[in-house]
């Protein structure tokens, strides 16, 4: 759509305009009109009540572009730019009607650009950029400010033929008003369940949320009814409403680790400390070393042994938490339990052998021999000598020559027609 004038233009041009005969005006219009097709587009947008052939014009123009297909560089198949075009020509299009309080239209085209985008499944597109761009269309609707009676009429054209259109849904919520067609809306849904997400957002819009409570509590009740609740909350800043609901909701179904998100989240920022420990001791648990830190700025000093002692407990059976438990055992100076994981997991030598040195030094030289020798095996490709030759090259510059050379005599006697070994050995001057 091209750019609107300034203001100090129209400004300008009113008075202007208004002084003018109406049929010269008309005349300048359709001269105009026919240099600049957009310039008849919109007119005939603004002031036509045949909406049904503009939408039949878009119907074609929307099939032919989503059947332009290519391939990216990747080779997928991917919809050619000519239809990316014409897609967001018609986005524009729509944010025109909506302008101009063609609101009919602005639906209809809605309702042509959602079925017509419905056959991209599967094929590469910005698609949600444009789903985006249409939901906001959608809202934008349900704010433009119409005679009641033009309302009513949009809300009867949904209500009656668009029922199972998603987005027709969505532009009725900001549409309804008043406890009359609220009512009628919980009636209907007392006999159809398959709109139970268009009356929680109803609900949600009019803040009905001791309603909306009783809804979430009923045996039906599905779980993604309360992420659009708790998303809603989230969005509208109110944290406490947000933990209130994350738990009741982590309280009926299984987790959902979005949920456990929410709930972190909108405890910090509710100042709800208890929450925020519980969750980040569990996170923690997981492997998660960020929320370590956050557990011990939450903890009293005096407290914090105890936590330690206990996250030590978990993390140590935690096979997926090994970095994250040797970390944090360096971070604490728990120098005895690192040295017993290390014995266990030597590839952890490198990152903390400076914590463990010198008081064990002769039991890490026996260990680190010994695990040396496991790096390479006689089909062994020349990734696993590079590896083992950089764990010579540590041993070297930790002063431990003895052991560097025991290593080296042991894998030339074990593997001496291994050229790419010598090789490794040679150009990192260990041989």
Same mark, same amino acid.
């Given at each position: 759509?091209?750019?609107?004038?300034?203001?100090?233009?129209?400004?300008?041009?009113?008075?202007?305009?208004?002084?003018?005969?109406?049929?010269?005006?008309?005349?300048?219009?359709?001269?105009?009109?026919?240099?600049?097709?957009?310039?008849?587009?919109?007119?005939?947008?603004?002031?036509?009540?045949?909406?049904?052939?503009?939408?039949?014009?878009?119907?074609?123009?929307?099939?032919?572009?989503?059947?332009?297909?290519?391939?990216?560089?990747?080779?997928?198949?991917?919809?050619?730019?000519?239809?990316?075009?014409?897609?967001?020509?018609?986005?524009?299009?729509?944010?025109?009607?909506?302008?101009?309080?063609?609101?009919?239209?602005?639906?209809?085209? =809605?309702? #042509? &650009?959602?079925?017509?985008?419905?056959?991209? %499944?599967? +094929? $590469?597109?910005?698609?949600?950029? *444009?789903?985006?761009?249409?939901?906001?269309?959608?809202?934008?609707?349900?704010?433009?400010?119409?005679?009641?009676?033009?309302?009513?009429?949009?809300?009867?054209?949904?209500?009656?033929?668009?029922?199972?259109?998603?987005?027709? =849904?969505? #532009? &009725?919520?900001?549409?309804?008003?008043?406890? %009359?067609? +609220? $009512?009628?809306?919980?009636?209907? *849904?007392?006999?159809?369940?398959?709109?139970?997400?268009?009356?929680?957002?109803?609900?949600?819009?009019?803040?009905?949320?001791?309603?909306?409570?009783?809804?979430?509590?009923?045996?039906?009740?599905?779980?993604?009814?309360?992420?659009?609740?708790?998303?809603?909350?989230?969005?509208?800043?109110?944290?406490?409403?947000?933990?209130?609901?994350?738990?009741?909701?982590?309280?009926?179904?299984?987790?959902?680790?979005?949920?456990?998100?929410?709930?972190?989240?909108?405890?910090?920022?509710?100042?709800?400390?208890?929450?925020?420990?519980?969750?980040?001791?569990?996170?923690?648990?997981?492997?998660?070393?960020?929320?370590?830190?956050?557990?011990?700025?939450?903890?009293?000093?005096?407290?914090?042994?105890?936590?330690?002692?206990?996250?030590?407990?978990?993390?140590?059976?935690?096979?997926?938490?090994?970095?994250?438990?040797?970390?944090?055992?360096?971070?604490?100076?728990?120098?005895?339990?690192?040295?017993?994981?290390?014995?266990?997991?030597?590839?952890?030598?490198?990152?903390?052998?400076?914590?463990?040195?010198?008081?064990?030094?002769?039991?890490?030289?026996?260990?680190?021999?010994?695990?040396?020798?496991?790096?390479?095996?006689?089909?062994?490709?020349?990734?696993?000598?590079?590896?083992?030759?950089?764990?010579?090259?540590?041993?070297?510059?930790?002063?431990?020559?003895?052991?560097?050379?025991?290593?080296?005599?042991?894998?030339?006697?074990?593997?001496?027609?291994?050229?790419?070994?010598?090789?490794?050995?040679?150009?990192?001057?260990?041989?």
């Amino acid at each position: 759509m091209n750019r609107m004038a300034e203001p100090d233009m129209r400004e300008a041009l009113k008075p202007l305009l208004r002084g003018q005969d109406k049929d010269a005006l008309v005349d300048f219009l359709l001269n105009s009109a026919m240099y600049d097709s957009s310039l008849a587009k919109h007119i005939l947008i603004a002031f036509s009540d045949d909406v049904q052939s503009l939408l039949h014009h878009w119907g074609s123009r929307l099939g032919t572009a989503v059947s332009q297909l290519t391939q990216n560089s990747f080779g997928e198949v991917c919809l050619a730019d000519q239809g990316e075009n014409v897609i967001e020509e018609c986005l524009s299009e729509i944010d025109f009607a909506i302008h101009y309080k063609r609101l009919l239209y602005a639906v209809g085209l =809605l309702k #042509v &650009l959602e079925e017509a985008t419905q056959t991209l %499944e599967g +094929i $590469e597109w910005n698609a949600g950029e *444009v789903r985006n761009r249409m939901e906001a269309l959608a809202d934008a609707i349900g704010t433009v400010e119409i005679e009641d009676e033009e309302r009513l009429q949009l809300v009867q054209y949904l209500w009656e033929d668009c029922r199972d259109w998603e987005l027709g =849904l969505h #532009v &009725l919520v900001g549409l309804i008003k008043g406890d %009359e067609e +609220i $009512e009628c809306v919980r009636k209907a *849904v007392e006999e159809d369940d398959s709109l139970s997400v268009f009356w929680i957002s109803l609900l949600l819009r009019f803040a009905l949320y001791e309603e909306l409570d009783v809804f979430l509590s009923s045996p039906g009740c599905q779980a993604f009814w309360y992420t659009i609740a708790i998303e809603d909350a989230l969005k509208a800043g109110s944290y406490v409403r947000v933990i209130t609901l994350s738990q009741r909701a982590l309280e009926r179904f299984s987790r959902i680790t979005s949920w456990d998100t929410y709930l972190y989240d909108a405890s910090i920022k509710a100042g709800r400390d208890d929450i925020t420990r519980e969750l980040a001791f569990r996170y923690a648990a997981q492997g998660s070393f960020s929320h370590i830190e956050m557990l011990k700025k939450l903890t009293e000093a005096e407290h914090w042994d105890a936590v330690v002692q206990q996250l030590m407990e978990v993390l140590e059976k935690n096979s997926q938490a090994t970095n994250t438990y040797a970390r944090f055992l360096c971070q604490e100076g728990k120098t005895e339990r690192l040295m017993v994981l290390v014995r266990d997991k030597p590839f952890l030598f490198d990152d903390y052998y400076d914590h463990l040195l010198p008081r064990y030094t002769a039991e890490l030289k026996m260990h680190m021999t010994e695990y040396c020798k496991t790096l390479i095996s006689h089909d062994g490709d020349r990734t696993q000598c590079k590896v083992l030759v950089q764990k010579l090259l540590l041993l070297k510059d930790l002063g431990w020559e003895d052991e560097v050379q025991s290593l080296r005599g042991y894998f030339l006697g074990k593997y001496p027609a291994k050229r790419m070994l010598k090789q490794e050995l040679l150009h990192a001057r260990v041989l």
